[in-house]
């Protein structure tokens, strides 16, 4: 959707566009300080905490912006991903029905902007398995990706000081030594 969103738009939307969003009242928004600039500057290389943001705050500020059909898809993802980023259910029958409802609407608003979307996306096939997967595993927020990310700096460091001939190896080593240290501080067993 934010690809989408982003190259319909002319260099005096993109502004317009990032002097909104940098004027949202994150009060109570569980997002980082927000970045607009940057996040359009970067908008091709964006991580999950900017795309969480964009869908909570990206309906209130692009209706006169986009046709009414994506101004559809906007609300409906935004409203899944509020959905979907919940630590707790407290009545989990009545939250997987009000799930599959807003699941439903947002295949339909996909449907009518681009039908090809739900069969290209990998991430829009899942969406119907993520029922299942709540009702066995419990809040699907739990399984976020986001928390390894950050090991990429670490995989990338120990690549750079790497002498290249073989950097699968040496960050093998790097972590094996990491490892071993952090064993060797916490004074644990090992096994």
């Not at 898809?73 to 991903?81: D, F, Q, R, S, T």
């Not at 009000?98 to 681009?114: E, H, K, P, S, Y």
Request: charged share 20%; aromatic share 10%; net charge neutral.
């Amino acid at each position: 959707v934010w690809y989408m969103f982003h190259t319909s738009l002319n260099d005096q939307q993109k502004a317009l566009f990032v002097v909104r969003l940098q004027s949202t009242d994150l009060d109570g928004l569980t997002v980082p300080p927000l970045r607009a600039a940057y996040m359009m500057q970067y908008r091709n290389n964006l991580i999950g905490k900017h795309f969480k943001t964009l869908m909570q705050t990206m309906a209130f500020h692009v209706q006169d912006m986009v046709t009414p059909v994506q101004f559809d898809l906007i609300k409906a993802v935004g409203e899944l991903g509020a959905m979907l980023w919940v630590h707790e259910i407290d009545n989990m029958e009545q939250y997987l029905g009000d799930l599959d409802i807003i699941i439903g609407n947002t295949f339909d608003a996909f449907a009518a902007v681009d039908p090809t979307k739900i069969i290209k996306k990998v991430k829009l096939h899942l969406l119907p398995h993520i029922i299942p997967d709540i009702r066995r595993f419990g809040p699907i927020i739990r399984n976020s990706t986001e928390g390894f990310e950050c090991f990429n700096a670490v995989f990338r460091l120990c690549s750079v000081y790497s002498n290249g001939q073989a950097p699968s190896r040496d960050i093998a080593q790097k972590f094996s030594g990491m490892d071993r240290m952090k064993h060797i501080l916490s004074v644990s067993d090992w096994f």
